[in-house]
């Protein structure tokens, strides 16, 4: 039987030689092989003409929002100068494009001393690697922020399914040329007493019940704090604390896939070629970060963060400022003009505060 992709290929000839991989070990492959992961494809997977988009695609509200909140951390740091922000997994850059555009329309003072570093793996910058961290440390000083946006949903899980009250772990394997999954004891010792560790009454859970766990975002906190010397972690994601994300309801996980804006729940399809991710849980970054020596700021929802960053002002501002046409003039043409792209703004705002939606992801920050 024919493969889909060439990382298939190469996958299924590494499991017939070496044996079934973890799946954890599978989607490190499927989204970062050096030749033929998804991410390794360029930006182009990402924003309305790829497989998905994130709150940076949605004009320029959400960029000023984290332009205040960066103004805010520097004022509360005692204004360094420079201020050094890490973005991490930083895709196309618009994030920074949009921060220093405000900053410099509206606090030159800060776009004087702002040093931002846009880090992602297109450039070479695996922030997976504590290598290429801690050289870039080195060469330009700690940072005083470190910025993951929709970065840790990302990292390779590891797949535990609950079987007469014992906890499998899912391992992918080959059956007649195609990859399959299998289940098998835990991998390590990490994997079987993650969920106890976070109090969750798996035992009692039904035969098939499933869940991802991410022992990859552990050692990258731990990794960000031996970075940040004095400053802030801001991690802005979908996923929510251990007790409602590891529910009892939530039979088959998080896992989901991405291809062309269409979700679908098969991993093993078309590696290489679609997004795999899985929801946070933000119970262990914030453990994990207090475990060396951070300190909890905030923990709260994107629309709430949105809303206390003055996302509803400044579209009333907006609409004050540029867009009166659209209630002075809405017969002539420049007035419905006016009237669509106001209705286009409003839009963007409502979509990125949807509490059903993108309002509802989580953001947190921790502080040295």
Not at 10 to 34: N, Q
Not at 255 to 263: D, E, G, Q, T, W
């Amino acid at each position: 039987m024919t493969t889909t992709t060439l990382l298939e290929q190469r996958l299924i000839a590494r499991i017939e030689k070496e044996g079934p991989l973890t799946f954890a070990e599978y989607m490190r492959a499927a989204l970062y092989d050096p030749q033929d992961g998804y991410y390794r494809a360029g930006a182009s997977r990402i924003g309305w003409a790829g497989d998905y988009f994130t709150s940076g695609d949605l004009g320029p509200f959400f960029a000023h929002c984290l332009g205040r909140q960066l103004y805010q951390m520097w004022e509360e740091l005692r204004r360094p100068q420079p201020l050094r922000v890490w973005e991490q997994g930083a895709g196309r850059g618009e994030l920074e494009a949009g921060i220093r555009a405000w900053s410099e329309q509206q606090r030159p003072e800060f776009a004087a001393v702002l040093s931002y570093r846009s880090l992602d793996l297109q450039r070479g910058e695996d922030v997976l690697s504590s290598e290429t961290l801690q050289e870039l440390q080195e060469r330009e000083g700690s940072p005083h922020v470190i910025l993951a946006n929709e970065l840790v949903d990302a990292f390779p899980v590891h797949l535990v399914e609950v079987r007469r009250g014992q906890l499998y772990e899912i391992y992918v394997s080959v059956e007649e040329g195609r990859l399959c999954e299998i289940a098998a004891p835990p991998s390590s010792p990490e994997v079987a007493t993650y969920l106890d560790r976070y109090r969750i009454p798996w035992r009692s859970f039904p035969d098939g019940w499933r869940a991802e766990i991410n022992l990859e975002a552990l050692r990258w906190v731990q990794l960000q704090a031996k970075l940040l010397r004095r400053g802030f972690l801001l991690v802005i994601d979908y996923g929510d604390r251990a007790a409602r994300l590891y529910s009892r309801s939530r039979l088959r996980g998080t896992l989901l896939c991405y291809h062309r804006h269409r979700i679908n729940e098969q991993p093993l399809v078309k590696p290489g070629e679609q997004d795999i991710t899985a929801h946070v849980n933000f119970s262990a970054l914030i453990d994990e970060s207090r475990r060396h020596g951070l300190r909890l700021r905030l923990f709260t929802t994107q629309r709430a963060w949105l809303e206390r960053q003055g996302i509803f002002e400044e579209l009333e501002e907006l609409r004050r400022s540029q867009f009166m046409a659209a209630d002075q003039e809405r017969a002539s043409d420049q007035g419905q003009i006016a009237l669509l792209r106001w209705y286009n703004l409003r839009q963007q705002v409502l979509t990125l505060t949807d509490p059903a939606g993108l309002g509802n992801f989580k953001v947190l920050i921790m502080r040295r």
